[in-house]
């Protein structure tokens, strides 16, 4: 009997150590992970920005869930796109533009360089514009004055960059929890047709032409080309190995950080349709202001609710402020070799959206306008990234294999395709 008590114990000794060495794997796997997860966190805000706001409420007040799949396919191309991004990063030490400059002459970097900065102005007036309107909604701030306080946020919030990418990628992933925070209570207020939901996640529908708009303008928010530019700078933070299995780890790794916040984009991103279509359309409101909307949502669901909607805006703007910003120095330095003062670089990207604000242009059509900008630049950096990335003697071991070069130009395809139509839609007086 005391031999069974004896074995019975060893046995119990041996099974507790090997769950305590299970969970002690499970554990400092977990630390090497989180030691690489940050930088698609930073990316993801660009994909919540206040220009996402403007078309996703769009298109739920006026089409009900019929757009939704829009968000998840334009997702699935958010995470193919950032991917490559950091994948160019980790494979080359350098930056997307940075690359650009050593590939292509330096008078088609030149036109890279103004369209990327274009890009970077509509990306800027979304994200000026959304937070101005944060502030003035919940706290009845004039418009100016909102935006002279959303101005000095932005640069606080820049400034903590001296203190190390890591402080930023925390400041940023908070606001990001904000933002989730306040649409998973709109979501609980709300009250959605969750069959609805799913039957427009998974078909595809495209009601008129107005909503063909709409789409590209949803597809423009949420691919957004500034930070495929970005991502390819985040990374190089954490290029510690440089050898092969290096590299191909922390690709590995990035992929699983990029999975995570691009999955959390998509989940706030159909939050904000859905919220619309089972709050507006559903009433017969069809939005067309962010005041509208804030105000619209009070008399519907509660002051919690408009509350909510304020809150997330504000963060969203604040944060996709501070991206933006970091994302025009890399452009600037990358392609040109430019190096002007982030101060300067800010304020002259910010310049549309003061004068949308001193000529009195209705915020929310200048915000879905801005998307749509986006959406015809975006085959720029997506170009760049296919001739780039499919060289061995640039990319090593990383060099794109032949099934992702395919994928990668059919999603350039149907980009393209989509801005064609919408060109056509809108010269014809349809759109």
């Known amino acids: 009997m005391e031999n069974e008590r004896s074995l019975s114990g060893t046995d119990l000794s041996v099974t507790d150590l090997i769950s305590v060495r299970r969970r002690s794997a499970k554990v400092s796997k977990f630390k090497q992970l989180s030691k690489y997860l940050g930088p698609a966190f930073v990316v993801s805000v660009a994909y919540i920005d206040p220009g996402n706001f403007a078309t996703n409420i769009s298109g739920g007040s006026k089409f009900n869930y019929s757009l939704i799949w829009v968000i998840l396919f334009s997702n699935l191309m958010a995470i193919f796109l950032q991917t490559m991004s950091a994948k160019l990063g980790i494979a080359t030490g350098h930056t997307l533009p940075e690359m650009c400059a050593k590939v292509f002459p330096r008078s088609v970097n030149w036109m890279f360089w103004i369209v990327a900065e274009i890009g970077a102005m509509a990306t800027n007036l979304a994200e000026f514009l959304g937070a101005t309107l944060g502030l003035y909604l919940l706290f009845n701030i004039p418009m100016v004055y909102a935006g002279l306080i959303t101005g000095i946020l932005t640069f606080l919030i820049c400034y903590m960059e001296k203190y190390g990418q890591k402080t930023i990628e925390i400041i940023i992933s908070v606001l990001v929890a904000v933002i989730c925070i306040a649409y998973t209570v709109e979501l609980f207020l709300a009250k959605p047709d969750w069959a609805q939901v799913g039957i427009h996640t998974i078909i595809p529908s495209m009601p008129n032409s107005e909503a063909l708009f709409i789409a590209v303008g949803m597809l423009g928010a ?37 999975t995570i916040a691009m999955n959390i984009a998509f989940i706030v991103n159909a939050a904000m349709v859905i919220v619309s279509a089972a709050v507006f359309y559903s009433n017969g409101v069809a939005v067309d202001s962010m005041e509208q909307a804030h105000k619209s949502l009070q008399p519907l669901l509660g002051s919690l609710s408009s509350g909510a909607f304020g809150i997330a805006l504000l963060a969203s703007g604040l944060s996709s402020s501070a991206v933006g910003t970091m994302a025009g120095q890399t452009i600037m330095r990358g392609f040109v070799n430019l190096s002007i003062p982030e101060n300067v670089t800010k304020l002259i990207t910010m310049l549309p959206a003061i004068i949308i604000i001193a000529i009195g242009v209705n915020p929310m059509t200048a915000l879905v ?52 139509i919408l060109l056509y839609l809108t010269f014809t007086g349809q759109a």
């Open 222 to 258: 949420t691919v957004m080309p500034h930070v495929i530019y970005l991502h390819s700078h985040l990374v190089q933070h954490r290029c510690t190995d440089l050898s092969d299995e290096g590299k191909l780890k922390h690709l590995k790794m990035e992929k699983i950080d990029v």
């Open 369 to 420: 306008l801005s998307q749509v900008v986006l959406s015809f630049i975006l085959p720029f950096p997506i170009i760049q990234m296919l001739i780039i990335a499919k060289r061995k003697d640039l990319m090593g071991v990383l060099a794109n294999k032949g099934f992702v070069r395919v994928l990668g130009v059919l999603i350039a395809a149907i980009i393209i395709g989509l801005n064609m």
